[in-house]
């Protein structure tokens, strides 16, 4: 097959681990034989500092006409002047709300390898499988704002349809794993949480009677992720608590380097990046941890360009590495970025080609009369 994708590298970490996302690429096209078009474009700070925008039209053009869209990470103490009248983190937003990427799927899977990486014992790591489905493009990231010198205020907003859409696509995503939804919000004091609230109760009672639906309030959300987390399957939530409870679940996976995500909408493109930043005290020291990149390219591969087989590739030879101590120092690894992506691509090749050879020979044997 052969896929148009555009590659967004970012600031800080983000062109480091993007070239190992783009090596992947060329990897999988030596042996499997898939094409990759990739097309670098700016965004962000590097964005900002080159045309004077955080999302150049020509980068919009570009995420339009692709198939799908990787990204690195964006934003960085160059640019975080808070008279600036813009910033790196527009340009990811505004691509955002122009492609209708209204749900941010983000796994948490712990390896077992890496429970002692989390400060949560193993024990409660032990079966920790879950989804937090993240709505993208509303609440108080997108509502009107006000900024005067000595008042600022952020609208949060969300209609019916904006919550009935994401809760759709997390009922189905529950419904093709373990049929659990749970539903975060601020009901006790936020007008927009009781709408939510209502629509889902509403949704899955009409649409996925048989899914089993949990509530819980956002404050208490957060200790549950971590007093009993193997008891979530699909967390579905609006916008910014989405963002600060995967952040948390990340530390059950041991580093931020390690949860990648897909940002999907009804149609076009869909956007894939690692849910952690542009980590500016790692940039430029060859040390970020890769993986939740690579694990970003597996979600492209599966989401958007239809290679499921090629996207379990990816995630076993990551598992693999993992599994064998080939990692970067944030999982207590000994290798750099580019040594741990190299270590990655190295299994990759040996699992293909490992396919690839006949099966050894059996010896004849010798033909054995049966008699009845
Ligand atoms: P961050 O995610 O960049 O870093 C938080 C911590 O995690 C740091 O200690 C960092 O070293 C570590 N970390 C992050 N990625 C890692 C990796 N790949 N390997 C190993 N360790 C890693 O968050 P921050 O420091 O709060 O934000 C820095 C900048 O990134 C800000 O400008 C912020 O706006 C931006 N940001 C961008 C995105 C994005 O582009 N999607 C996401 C989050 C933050
Ligand atoms: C993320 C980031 C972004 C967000 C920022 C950089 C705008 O934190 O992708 O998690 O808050 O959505
Ligand atoms: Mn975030």
Not at 141 to 166: H, N, P, T, W
Not at 231 to 257: K, Q, R
Request: charge should be negative; charged fraction near 20%; include cysteine.
């Amino acid at each position: 097959m052969q896929a148009t994708i555009t590659l967004l590298p970012g600031d800080g970490i983000g062109p480091e681990i993007m070239a190992e996302a783009e090596r992947l690429l060329h990897a999988l096209t030596h042996l499997t034989g898939h094409v990759f078009q990739t097309h670098r474009r700016l965004i962000g700070g590097a964005a900002i500092d080159a045309v004077g925008q955080a999302l150049p039209g020509n980068t919009l053009a570009s995420c339009r006409q692709s198939d799908a869209v990787l990204l690195g990470a964006v934003g960085g103490p160059k640019w975080d002047d808070p008279e600036a009248s813009i910033r790196p983190e527009q340009g990811l937003l505004q691509l955002r709300q122009q492609l209708g990427l209204y749900a941010n799927l983000r796994p948490v899977k712990p390896h077992p390898s890496l429970f002692e990486h989390s400060p949560l014992r193993s024990e409660r790591l032990a079966g920790v499988d879950l989804v937090v489905v993240r709505e993208l493009t509303g609440g108080l990231y997108f509502g009107r704002k006000i900024a005067l010198q000595d008042m600022a205020e952020d609208v949060c907003r969300y209609s019916r349809e904006e919550i009935e859409r994401v809760v759709r696509q997390a009922a189905r995503l529950a419904r093709s794993r373990r049929s659990r939804l749970t539903l975060v919000d601020k009901a006790n004091v936020l007008a927009t949480s009781r709408l939510w609230r209502r629509v889902t109760q509403e949704v899955v009672r009409a649409e996925f009677p048989d899914l089993e639906l949990e509530i819980l309030l956002v404050d208490a959300a957060a200790m549950h992720l971590l007093s009993r987390p193997a008891d979530f399957d699909v967390i579905v939530t609006e916008n910014l608590f989405g963002d600060i409870l995967t952040d948390e679940a990340a530390m059950l996976a041991g580093s931020m380097g390690l949860l990648p995500s897909a940002s999907l909408g009804d149609s076009g493109p869909g956007l894939y990046e690692p849910i952690h930043g542009s980590a500016p005290d790692l940039a430029g020291r060859d040390c970020a941890n890769p993986f939740a990149m690579l694990l970003s390219v597996a979600m492209m591969l599966e989401h958007s360009l239809g290679l499921v087989d090629e996207a379990r590739l990816v995630e076993s030879a990551v598992h693999a590495c993992i599994t064998a101590g080939q990692t970067t120092a944030d999982l207590g690894g000994p290798m750099g970025t580019r040594e741990a992506a190299s270590a990655v691509l190295e299994r990759i090749g040996e699992t293909v080609v490992g396919r690839r050879k006949p099966a050894p020979a059996r010896p004849i044997e010798p033909a054995v009369a049966v008699s009845t």
